[in-house]
C-alpha cells in the first residue's frame, strides 16, 4: 500500500523537472537501508538483546510517519474516467501503451527469471563451491552496494545520452552480467569474491534502471490513474514470483543447480529486449508528449 501511494503521490509533491533527482534519492535511500539495516539489525541484537531491537525497529516505523506527515503538500484529487474503476483502469492504461506493455513484460519476465536463478544460486554456492554462509550473504550485499551506485550516478549519462538509452544501459548491466554466474570458477573465498564482484557489476544496471523506469513511468500514466496503474504493475510483475520459484526448484531438481541458474540468466538477459522500445524516450518532455 506504501509503495503504491508513494508512486502516486510524488508527482505531486515535487515538480516534474525534479522527478529525477527525488526517484535517485528514493532509491539511493532504499537501497542503502536494505545494505545497512541486516548489518545493523545484527549489531542491535548483540549490544540490546532480540526484543528490544524490535521496540528499536518500531519506533523506526513511526519516525517514518512523523517524518511523511510532516511532509505535507496538496494533491489533485484522483478522480477516474474509467466505467470500471480501480484495478482494471490501471490495466487498461498499460494495454493502451506500449511503453507500459514493453517495461511491465520485460520485468515480469526478470522477476520470475531471476527467481529461477536466485533459489538456485543458494546451493551452487553454498553446497557445491564451499562458500559460508556468511560469505554468500557478502557477496549478495555487494549487489545492494551496486544499486545504491547506479542510482545516484543515472542521472549524469541520462542528460548526456537521454533517459531511455540510459534504461536501456542500465537494463542491459543488470541482465547481461548475470550470465557469468554459472561459470565462474574456484571455491570458497574465490568464488565468494568474484560472485560479489558480478553481483556489484549487475547491481549497477539494476539501480539505474529502478530510477529511469520509475520517473519514465510516473511521467506516462495520467496523473488520475497513477495509484491504480502501480498496482497493476506490481500485480504482473510481482505476480510472477511464486512461479519462478517454482519453476526454479523444478529446474535445480530436474537439471542441478548449475544449469537452473544458468537457465534463470538466459531469461534475464532474454527481458531486455522487450524494453528497447523506450530507446526514443529522451527528455522528460518525451514522455509526457507521448502521454499526451
Known sequence: MFDIASFAYLPDFVAEQD?????????????????GGPGLA??????????????????????SAVGIAAARRAEAAPHST?????LWEGVRQIKVSPFLRSLTLGVAIYNAAAQIMVVNLVILAVKERGLSPGGYGIALSAGGVGAFVGAMIALRPAKRFGYGPTLLGSITLSTGVPLALA???????????????VQFGAGIGLGGANVMSVTIRQLL??????????????????GVLPVGAALGGVLGSA????AAVAIGTIGMALSALPMFVVREVRTLATPVAIAA
Open 19 to 35: 522527478l529525477p533527482a527525488a526517484n535517485r534519492a528514493l532509491q539511493g535511500s532504499s537501497t542503502a537501508a536494505q545494505v
Open 42 to 63: 545484527g549489531l542491535l541484537v548483540q549490544l540490546l538483546g532480540p526484543a528490544i531491537a524490535l521496540l528499536v525497529d518500531a519506533i523506526s516505523y513511526l519516525a
Open 82 to 86: 474509467d466505467e470500471r474503476p480501480g
Open 183 to 197: 561459470f565462474l570458477p574456484g571455491r570458497g573465498l574465490e568464488y565468494g569474491v568474484l560472485l560479489g564482484l
Open 221 to 238: 500514466i495520467p496523473r488520475s490513474s497513477l495509484a491504480r496503474s502501480n498496482g497493476a504493475y506490481r500485480t504482473f510483475t510481482f
Open 255 to 258: 537439471f542441478g543447480p548449475t
